[in-house]
């Protein structure tokens, strides 16, 4: 070690202060209740080489992702062509970048007029252009109808906006204010990392700074290498599968080995099928993404997240295939819903290798949601997006949650009053799936029930989703969770509390687009959680207790648990 263990440590929580405040500093300063409300964002702070030292606690996807994206930056723009006040922005797919609604920002932190570190935020915009208000179009069939794509740009010069770039992205979009404002306070946060920054390098030195980011990332290298050489070695497989693309594949096959050997890691998605004409491939960047937070479930979450924490993990992925897909793909729900199967199918592999740590299959979909069309109080443009939580896995010893945002997702909901206000939009229900958790020793969480009624005519709604058909998998003889359902809910057709079996509700695709009248509604039924552990052995008193707060029907009582929901 280079730098002695209290200033190593001192350093390297500090590092995680500027990430957490750069993010509290986009939270507070963004526009849209997409990030202000939903915190649909990200930060974290890099070195001179372009290598992660921090991040805040955000969102998976995005934090696997982002080091993608700065280097897509910093090759574009050398560091020696970067001054301070500068800013690249990028969401190119195939540059970095994850799906077209998430742009990055980053910027070089000048000290001595030499580079040295980076802070990048990513944010999902509620809307960056193409064919669909909210530019999650589940029906696309190539990247350039999803939106604006924008490779590394410099769009702020010394501070200063660069307004011909700005003026080309806003004549895209549909809510040019907002994404004005937005992108104005991901810069603002960069500042504020460039300030913390300073203020690091006025403390400690440049050079023990250095050293010190050095040794951060070598230290999270030693402790993953250590959990990795606790592993048993062998090579184990897993495969799952999304429902399809909305352009006529179905059951698309996502195959994964994970081979242990010592403290290596190599993770192997040969066999995963080939790139589809849908939305649903994802860039290398997201599969990247997923299978790093999952080796984090295995191990010790606790590992400081940096790159050194990643270098024992290899990935294969074969160019071509729905992992690791080629332009010009259509990207948009590879970030939302084929992360999330990664995700599932990797800790499908390795509960099969550490039985003790698994965890059964989550909702395995982030459910997205796109309103979009013209306000009537203002005569103006609008674009609504969010994701919808659901039933969390079961584990040993311990229920899944309900209704939350699993894996790859770590946003917050849309609060009601919020949506209400923004929106010529209103929150109808809202509540938890009774039996949606599958049964267990410990049960699946519940997923949720979500309405929403359109208050303009001529409303777009598209929903982007996946467990519809196929249901989160259960494990050591847990029962699967329940899968989902999307439904349109036409005025004056019932009032929406039928089963799916009656004329007052439309099912309708889970990768589909519709137009909406004033009054029409729609609604969506998240998954829930798989299983862990044979139902009869479930504690009498806990399948009591969530009959009690309704979480189980009486029969649901009596057909999973084989109990008298009279004698509880």
């Known amino acids: 070690m280079t730098v002695d263990s209290v200033t190593l440590e001192?350093?390297?929580?500090?590092?995680?202060?500027?990430?957490?405040?750069?993010?509290?500093?986009?939270?507070?300063?963004?526009?849209?209740?997409?990030?202000?409300?939903?915190?649909?964002?990200?930060?974290?702070?890099?070195?001179?080489?372009?290598?992660?030292?921090?991040?805040?606690?955000?969102?998976?996807?995005?934090?696997?992702?982002?080091?993608?994206?700065?280097?897509?930056?910093?090759?574009?723009?050398?560091p020696e062509?970067?001054?301070?006040?500068?800013?690249?922005?990028?969401?190119?797919?195939f540059h970095g970048g994850a799906h077209l609604p998430d742009l990055t920002l980053v910027s070089p932190v000048v000290v001595d007029g030499e580079v040295a570190a980076f802070a990048a935020n990513?944010?999902?915009?509620?809307?960056?252009?193409?064919?669909?208000?909210g530019s999650v179009a589940a029906d696309s069939t190539e990247v350039y109808?999803?939106?604006?794509?924008?490779?590394?740009?410099?769009?702020?010069?010394?501070?200063?906006?660069?307004?011909?770039?700005?003026?080309?992205?806003?004549?895209?979009?549909?809510?040019?204010?907002?994404?004005?404002?937005?992108?104005?306070?991901?810069?603002?946060?960069n500042r504020t990392a460039d300030e913390r920054f300073r203020a690091l390098v006025d403390r400690h030195g440049?050079?023990?700074?250095?050293?010190?980011?050095?040794?951060?990332?070598?230290?999270?290298?030693?402790?993953?290498?250590?959990?990795?050489?606790?592993?048993?070695?062998?090579?184990?497989?897993?495969?799952?599968?999304?429902?399809?693309?909305?352009?006529?594949?179905?059951?698309?096959?996502?195959?994964?080995?994970?081979?242990?050997?010592?403290?290596?890691?190599?993770?192997?998605?040969?066999?995963?099928?080939d790139q589809v004409d849908g939305a649903v491939n994802a860039p290398l960047a997201v599969t990247a993404s997923a299978t790093y937070y999952a080796v984090r479930c295995v191990t010790d979450p606790d590992i400081p997240p940096n790159s050194g924490a990643y270098r024992p993990v290899t990935v294969d992925a074969p160019a071509g295939s729905v992992v690791n897909a080629q332009p010009p793909a259509a990207v948009v729900g590879g970030n939302v819903e084929l992360s999330q199967r990664v995700t599932d199918t990797l800790l499908g592999a390795f509960a099969e290798a550490v039985p003790e740590r698994a965890v059964a299959a989550g909702q395995g979909t982030m459910n997205?949601?796109?309103?979009?069309?013209?306000?009537?109080?203002?005569?103006?443009?609008?674009?609504?997006?969010?994701?919808?939580?659901?039933?969390?896995?079961?584990?040993d010893g311990a229920d899944g949650l309900d209704g939350v945002h699993v894996h790859m997702s770590n946003t917050r909901n849309t609060p009601v009053e919020v949506l209400e206000?923004?929106?010529?939009?209103?929150?109808?229900?809202?509540?938890?799936?009774?039996?949606?958790?599958?049964?267990?020793?410990?049960?699946?969480?519940?997923g949720l029930r979500r309405e929403i009624e359109a208050r303009a005519d001529g409303t777009t709604f598209s929903v982007l989703a996946d467990r519809r058909s196929t249901p989160p998998y259960g494990i050591a003889g847990g029962d699967p969770g329940a899968t989902g359902a999307d439904y349109v809910i036409r005025d004056g057709a019932g009032?929406?509390?039928?089963?799916?079996?009656?004329?007052?509700?439309?099912?309708?695709?889970?990768k589909s687009t519709h137009v909406l009248a004033a009054g029409d509604a729609v609604r969506v039924d998240s998954p829930g959680g798989g299983g862990f552990g044979d139902p009869a052995d479930r504690d009498p008193d806990a399948v009591a207790r969530d009959y009690r707060h309704g979480k189980l029907t009486a029969d649901r009582v009596r057909e999973a648990y084989g109990l008298d929901p009279d004698e509880l």
């Open 81 to 93: 062509d970067l001054a301070a006040g500068d800013a690249i922005l990028v969401n190119d797919p």
């Open 368 to 395: 997205s949601v796109t309103l979009g069309g013209r306000d009537p109080r203002t005569d103006e443009p609008f674009a609504f997006y969010e994701t919808i939580g659901g039933g969390f896995g079961g584990r």
């Open 495 to 510: 009032d929406g509390d039928g089963d799916g079996d009656g004329p007052d509700l439309e099912r309708v695709p889970a």
């Open 122 to 133: 990513r944010a999902h915009h509620a809307d960056i252009g193409g064919s669909r208000a």
């Open 10 to 78: 001192v350093v390297r929580n500090a590092c995680v202060a500027v990430a957490e405040e750069m993010n509290a500093t986009l939270v507070r300063t963004s526009y849209s209740p997409n990030i202000k409300d939903r915190r649909d964002c990200s930060c974290a702070l890099f070195d001179a080489d372009a290598e992660m030292i921090s991040q805040a606690e955000n969102i998976p996807v995005h934090l696997g992702a982002m080091p993608y994206s700065v280097a897509a930056a910093v090759d574009a723009f050398p």
């Open 206 to 273: 440049r050079a023990t700074l250095r050293n010190a980011m050095d040794e951060i990332q070598n230290y999270s290298e030693r402790r993953m290498r250590a959990e990795l050489d606790a592993l048993p070695d062998g090579r184990w497989a897993f495969e799952d599968v999304l429902d399809g693309d909305a352009q006529g594949e179905t059951s698309i096959r996502i195959a994964v080995a994970v081979e242990i050997d010592g403290d290596e890691l190599t993770v192997d998605f040969a066999g995963t099928a």
């Open 421 to 446: 206000t923004a929106y010529p939009l209103r929150v109808r229900r809202y509540e938890y799936r009774p039996d949606s958790g599958g049964a267990g020793a410990s049960r699946g969480g519940l």
């Open 145 to 189: 109808q999803e939106g604006l794509r924008i490779p590394p740009v410099r769009l702020f010069r010394g501070g200063e906006v660069h307004e011909d770039v700005m003026s080309m992205v806003l004549a895209n979009v549909r809510t040019p204010d907002e994404r004005r404002g937005d992108l104005r306070a991901q810069h603002a946060a």
